[in-house]
């Protein structure tokens, strides 16, 4: 079997669909969906035999809220390795060699200092504990996706890296901002990922399938990794019962399947509302050729929130220590150079966050330490530059950021 990374790069792949509303459309409401591998391994399986039958290449474990800091807030603390083992081999069971499998990879609902009280290490540790475990289960790939904020995003990315897994980092936007809930555009979510090693790009849940082609072609102008775009069965409406109902029909989202293609997907599949039939009636839209890259062929920088050239962002630097001082800044600054010399690590990676929180041009990191650039590197939402001595060279690598000194 294919690795992912060069199965999707061969040709169009099909994903699977909803989990969590299918079960409840089922009639397995809880609070934890990702619990039922282990109390529930029956219904499980049927759900991915069902995708499976429907055509679908790739399946998703059962595990999008199964780190231990998501279920640390559903009372289910100390279960993130036994429900990750658990589903990851169903799915493998299932799959055989049929298909792919891809650890499914939730945002946390934590939020990251200084928007919440989490650090870059707390969720570099869980997004790596349940990659490594799933690794170990048969899984082929991470799936990192419903991003809603692009530095737990990144750090998801990291980690699957680290533990041994390719990962494919999958991003939601709002309808009417065309931003994460966090405030990063399109733009900033695929360079960074592309620059912290992902294998590919993603849209999924919301909004609409319509609503994507935009994004989608943000994303590919900027990246030339490929695009995996998984919309809901349209945006939910509640009928006169009171019951939730998505509605696109499967023909519905075909026509809506074709043109992501059209505007250079690379893979498709479904999120919330789509059923074994949605997935059925896009199979026959998949394995031609992958579209060629539409990428610019220009390195970007990015802070959470902005995207420019590498050439445009080093036009005019300022130089700074205190992130306070990003307040002051004049309007025609191009970037943000953070001086970190002479900090520890725990210092430089607050010194980081603190000033990709003050300003929305992308950072300069200068360090001459190797622990105290990791740290920031790690800690840094965005693609930042790094200015530092050429020993320090295989860090700015590993990080994917862009060397300027």
Same mark, same amino acid.
């Given at each position: 079997?294919?690795?992912?990374?060069?199965?999707? #790069?061969?040709?169009?792949?099909?994903?699977?669909?909803?989990?969590?509303?299918?079960?409840?459309?089922?009639?397995?409401?809880?609070?934890?969906?990702?619990?039922?591998?282990?109390?529930?391994?029956?219904?499980?399986?049927?759900?991915?035999?069902?995708?499976?039958?429907?055509?679908?290449?790739?399946?998703?474990?059962?595990?999008?809220?199964?780190?231990?800091?998501?279920?640390?807030?559903?009372?289910?603390?100390?279960?993130?390795?036994?429900?990750?083992?658990?589903?990851?081999?169903?799915?493998?069971? $299932?799959?055989?060699?049929? *298909?792919?499998?891809?650890?499914?990879?939730?945002?946390?609902?934590?939020?990251?200092?200084?928007?919440?009280?989490?650090?870059?290490?707390?969720?570099?540790?869980?997004?790596?504990?349940? $990659?490594?475990?799933?690794?170990?289960?048969?899984?082929?790939?991470?799936?990192?996706?419903? #991003?809603?904020?692009?530095?737990?995003?990144?750090?998801?990315?990291?980690?699957?890296?680290? *533990?041994?897994?390719? !990962?494919?980092?999958?991003?939601?936007?709002?309808?009417? +901002?065309?931003?994460?809930? +966090?405030?990063?555009? *399109?733009?900033?979510?695929?360079?960074?990922?592309?620059? =912290?090693?992902?294998? !590919?790009?993603?849209?999924?849940?919301?909004?609409?399938?319509?609503?994507?082609?935009?994004?989608?072609?943000?994303?590919?102008? $900027?990246?030339?990794?490929?695009?995996?775009? #998984?919309?809901?069965?349209?945006?939910?409406? +509640? !009928?006169?019962?009171?019951?939730?109902?998505?509605?696109?029909?499967?023909?519905?989202?075909r026509e809506c399947a074709r043109a992501l293609l059209e505007a250079g997907a690379s893979a498709i599949g479904g999120c919330c509302g789509t059923t074994f039939d949605h997935i059925r009636a896009l199979k026959p839209l998949t394995g031609g050729p992958v579209p060629a890259p539409a990428w610019?062929? #220009?390195?970007?920088?990015?802070?959470?929130?902005?995207?420019?050239?590498?050439?445009?962002?080093?036009?005019?630097?300022?130089?700074?220590?205190?992130?306070?001082?990003?307040?002051?800044?004049?309007?025609?600054?191009?970037?943000?150079?953070?001086?970190?010399?002479?900090?520890?690590?725990?210092?430089?990676?607050?010194?980081?966050?603190?000033?990709?929180?003050?300003?929305?041009?992308?950072?300069?990191?200068?360090?001459?330490? !190797?622990?105290?650039?990791?740290?920031?590197?790690?800690?840094?939402?965005?693609?930042?530059?790094?200015?530092?001595? =050429?020993?320090?060279?295989?860090?700015?690598?590993?990080?994917? =950021?862009?060397?300027?000194?």
């Open positions: 079997m294919k690795r992912f990374s060069e199965a999707i #790069q061969s040709e169009i792949l099909l994903f699977d669909g909803s989990m969590g509303a299918l079960l409840s459309r089922m009639g397995h409401v809880t609070p934890c969906p990702d619990e039922l591998a282990v109390t529930r391994p029956d219904v499980i399986r049927s759900v991915h035999q069902g995708y499976l039958d429907a055509g679908a290449d790739v399946l998703l474990s059962d595990t999008f809220g199964a780190t231990e800091m998501t279920l640390a807030h559903k009372k289910r603390a100390g279960m993130g390795e036994k429900i990750t083992a658990t589903a990851v081999r169903l799915a493998r069971e $299932v799959a055989g060699s049929r *298909a792919l499998v891809a650890v499914d990879m939730g945002p946390t609902s934590a939020f990251l200092y200084p928007t919440g009280e989490a650090m870059p290490a707390d969720f570099y540790k869980t997004f790596f504990d349940q $990659v490594r475990c799933a690794k170990e289960n048969g899984a082929d790939f991470a799936m990192i996706e419903t #991003q809603t904020d692009l530095g737990e995003a990144r750090l998801a990315c990291l980690a699957a890296r680290a *533990a041994g897994l390719e !990962a494919a980092v999958s991003f939601t936007f709002g309808r009417k +901002t065309g931003r994460t809930l +966090t405030g990063s555009p *399109a733009e900033c979510c695929a360079a960074a990922l592309e620059a =912290a090693g992902a294998a !590919a790009l993603g849209l999924n849940c919301s909004p609409s399938p319509e609503d994507m082609l935009g994004l989608l072609r943000a994303m590919r102008r $900027v990246s030339a990794l490929p695009v995996v775009v #998984q919309p809901n069965a349209g945006m939910p409406e +509640t !009928a006169p019962d009171g019951s939730t109902f998505y509605p696109y029909s499967p023909e519905k989202m610019d062929g #220009q390195a970007r920088l990015c802070s959470r929130r902005d995207c420019t050239t590498a050439r445009e962002a080093l036009e005019a630097v300022a130089d700074l220590s205190d992130p306070e001082d990003a307040y002051d800044l004049e309007g025609d600054e191009t970037a943000v150079r953070l001086d970190l010399r002479g900090l520890a690590p725990d210092e430089a990676a607050v010194r980081t966050l603190d000033a990709s929180a003050a300003t929305r041009l992308p950072l300069i990191l200068r360090a001459d330490d !190797a622990d105290a650039l990791r740290a920031a590197l790690l800690a840094c939402p965005g693609r930042p530059a790094a200015d530092a001595p =050429a020993d320090l060279r295989p860090i700015i690598d590993e990080f994917g =950021a862009f060397p300027v000194a």
